[in-house]
């Protein structure tokens, strides 16, 4: 189960992927949830990826990739 700061970050990856057609930074995703630090988007998307709604490339920016919506359903990636 997500919490509510988690749905929010989560949509607005799946939002901003769809407009733009990659993933946010941190520091976007740090603007537009209205955390303190990136050091607390970090931890947010932690969860979400043990929760497994999305998986990220440690050393690679915009790696994040949405597996789940905040509904549960899977996202479809093309060629995955």
Same mark, same amino acid.
């Given at each position: 189960?997500?919490? *509510? ?25 740090? *603007? ?9 988007? *970090? ?22 990739? *949405? ?14």
């Amino acid at each position: 189960m997500l919490t *509510v700061r988690q749905k929010t970050i989560q949509g607005f990856i799946v939002r901003f992927q769809r407009v733009n057609g990659f993933a946010p930074t941190i520091q976007e995703i740090m *603007v537009d949830s209205g955390l303190a630090s990136l050091s607390s988007v *970090v931890y947010q998307l932690d969860q979400l990826q043990e929760k497994g709604y999305i998986t990220r490339a440690a050393a690679s920016a915009r790696s994040i990739r *949405v597996l789940l919506t905040v509904n549960g359903k899977g996202v479809h990636h093309g060629n995955s």
